[in-house]
């Protein structure tokens, strides 16, 4: 990964949303649900106020309109700050 967040920003990897069908309609990509959970790729080094309590590997849940939208070599991220972030699942 070429991308190095800063200060108390974390890049995550959306998982991918949950395709699902009614009677055989299909949902197209707008009208899925946004996901909530992600895997963290890497991490900024804290601030001086907020220590990085993430790390790289952790499956993390955040807020629906959190963070900014990337697109890097053709993959969607997220970059958001650490307080964004809601828990970790273990």
Same mark, same amino acid.
């Given at each position: 990964?070429?991308? /190095?967040? !800063? @200060?108390?920003? +974390? !890049?995550? &990897?959306?998982?991918?949303? &949950? =395709?699902?069908? #009614?009677?055989?309609?299909? $949902?197209?990509?707008?009208? /899925? =649900?946004?996901? !909530? *959970?992600? *895997? +963290?790729? @890497?991490?900024?080094?804290?601030? /001086?106020? =907020? ?12 807020? *629906?309109?959190?963070?900014? &939208?990337? =697109?890097? &070599?053709?993959? *969607?991220? %997220?970059? #958001?700050?650490?307080?964004?972030? %809601?828990? $970790? +699942?273990?």
């Amino acid at each position: 990964m070429n991308i /190095k967040p !800063l @200060a108390d920003r +974390v !890049l995550i &990897e959306p998982t991918a949303a &949950e =395709e699902t069908t #009614m009677s055989g309609i299909i $949902i197209p990509d707008s009208a /899925k =649900e946004k996901p !909530l *959970k992600g *895997k +963290v790729l @890497a991490v900024g080094n804290g601030t /001086k106020d =907020e220590e990085m309590i993430l790390k790289e590997g952790d499956t993390v849940l955040y807020g *629906k309109y959190s963070g900014t &939208e990337i =697109e890097f &070599e053709g993959k *969607k991220y %997220l970059m #958001m700050r650490q307080n964004d972030v %809601l828990a $970790i +699942v273990e």
